[in-house]
């Protein structure tokens, strides 16, 4: 079974800043998707952005980027200019190719960001 | 366009009571699904439904069972409720896209205590 690992529980980030989540994954699978999801307070979860493990571009979206290194089974997020709406936390997802729906989720980061 | 609803946003029952959590999306979209988040912890899968008509267990279906009711709605029943099931539960639905790519895009959550 596939496994997601976010071994930063907390991190705080100041204004403008830019910080970078970690999330590493086990997978013996070589066709599958990652995701970035954003939950602030009010519960609803966000698409932040999506990587495809057969793209060996890291995706990019706006202020948010991945550094995704397949071989080493590790997908981190950057978030560049961080905004006080960025606080939240943060879920790493893993999903199969061939799984449709079924995704793992890491335990979340929670991300403070301060004025 | 209202994406994913659900009710009640929170609710509080007594062990042995039994409440259906109701969903519905306006996405014309065929999957569905029912995660549940502990505190401190990422979503896990309860049950999916890749059509109308079908279902399929997750990772933790005990105690749970769920109604693909048409395409639009997807329910989620405790039977008898117990107080391990306190938790946020989120509704999700996805698009298929070409490639198999897939964004699921979540309801709200509903709170459930169970005292």
């Known amino acids: 079974a596939q496994t997601v690992t976010q071994s930063q529980p907390e991190m705080s980030v100041q204004e403008a800043e830019t910080v970078t989540l970690s999330c590493t994954y086990d997978t013996s699978e070589s066709d599958y998707y990652l995701f970035w999801y954003k939950q602030p307070p009010s519960r609803q979860m966000i698409l932040v952005i999506r990587?495809?493990?057969?793209?060996?571009q890291n995706a990019t979206e706006n202020r948010f980027s991945v550094n995704f290194q397949k071989a080493a089974k590790s997908f981190s997020l950057k978030i560049s200019d961080s905004q006080l709406g960025d606080a939240a936390m943060y879920f790493c997802?893993?999903?199969?190719?061939?799984?449709?729906?079924?995704?793992?989720f890491g335990d979340g980061t929670t991300l403070t960001v301060k004025p | 366009n209202a994406g994913v609803t659900q009710t009640p946003k929170f609710q509080v029952l007594k062990t042995g009571q039994s409440m259906t959590l109701q969903c519905a999306q306006d996405m014309n979209h065929n999957s569905m699904y029912w995660y549940r988040q502990d505190p401190g912890m990422g979503l896990r899968l309860i049950y999916y439904?890749?059509?109308?008509?079908?279902?399929d267990k997750g990772e933790v279906p005990n105690g749970y069972n769920v109604s693909r009711l048409n395409k639009r709605e997807f329910s989620l029943r405790l039977e008898s409720a117990a107080p391990s099931q306190t938790s946020v539960y989120f509704c999700a639905s996805s698009e298929e896209l070409a490639g198999g790519r897939e964004t699921q895009y979540f309801g709200p959550g509903t709170r459930l205590l169970v005292l």
């Open positions: 990587q495809e493990a057969y793209k060996q």
């Open positions: 439904s890749a059509s109308e008509g079908t279902t």
């Open positions: 997802a893993y999903r199969s190719a061939g799984n449709a729906g079924k995704s793992t």
